[in-house]
């Protein structure tokens, strides 16, 4: 974006203050999607080796959370100051948290040259394939001891999301080489669209959420970055599937901005129903909040690079003058309590995926396609992007710098 003054500033910050030899606790998943996304990016971007080597750091301080029965990891690490942080107790690990580190540690082995990263993944894939999953699906929580599912909600929302989304991910950015990734994606993708897609009385497909059988007729806001995951892999799927699965995107992303066009500021709650005749709206005020989330916005992106029909880039300018009315500030852009209203309060916080990713996706919709072209590049679940790996099977070619 040419910020070049506001990148050295950043530079700068992650050189001097960025310091790992913290005490907390922190998060798997979010370290790894944030931090070691975003240093990992700027690595490649940039070439400038204080992020490869910020990234390696904070990836090993990751590495205590895999010490358990199965290798599975915990869902927090506990960091303390000059020594090895080690793995917080807990009953479960989540599908989309330890699901969503493939990406990301494939590259910290390359950048490193230790292969601890990518052991560590590569088992997390060998107990997913394993383990039995009922009808195909994937329950969202796992025991990281016994190596069981915890219970059976399935979800392509909160929980479940970008388990999915980085099957398709790391098949394409290891250059459509990583054969077990694309088949655990659209076998995965066949059983969703058998046991949770639905079409309401007026029309719209949405995903459901599955409960050991019984559907919830919702849809998360978080679950709308599905019709960007399926189109994305729409021109790998077989064949005769191709046009269903462009189409299946295109339906979904429509869903996901009646829930926004259905709304009062046109931006859309954080979970929508179909029931009891309504559609696509929340039914309760503990949903209807915006918290400035990119979803939405991202299917946009992918849907618009995909079909370069302009209806995606009309709903994108939507959502740009929604947000300038009902969510900048002063300071900055905020969370709304309440999308129905058309005075709605803020809640006083600009998410970090406001900049990583609302931001960006809405940017890259109003951009060329060889600008980071989806060739090229895969996005992390946090819109980091990372370079897809275009060497054949001899040799080191991820650096694009
Ligand atoms: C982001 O942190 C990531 O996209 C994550 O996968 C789930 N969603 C939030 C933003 O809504």
Redesign the pocket.
Known sequence: MELKEEFQEAKAWVEESFHLNVSGEASLF?VN??YIGGLLSAFYLTGEEVFRIKAIRLGEKLLPAFNTPTGIPKGVVSFKSGSWGWATAGSSSIL?EFG?LHLEFLHLTELSGNQVFAEKVRNIRKVLRKIEKPFGLYPNFLSPVSGNWVQHHVSVG?LG??FY?YLIKSWLMSGKTDMEAKNMYYEALEAIETYLLNVSPGGLTYIAEWRGGILDHKMG??AC?SGGMIALGAEDAKEEKRAHYRELAAQITKTCHESYARSDTKLGPEAFWFNSGREAIATQLSESYY?L???VVESYMYLWRQTHNPIYREWGWEVVLALEKYCRTEAGFSGIQDVYSSTPSHDNKQ?S?FLA?TLKYLYLLFSEDDLLSLEDWVFN???HPLPVNHSDSSGRAWGRH
């Open positions: 979010e999607i944030r989309a969503s909160g999301d970008s989304e806001h978080l970055f918290i989330r990119p979803e998410q995926f990713e679940t946090e819109a």
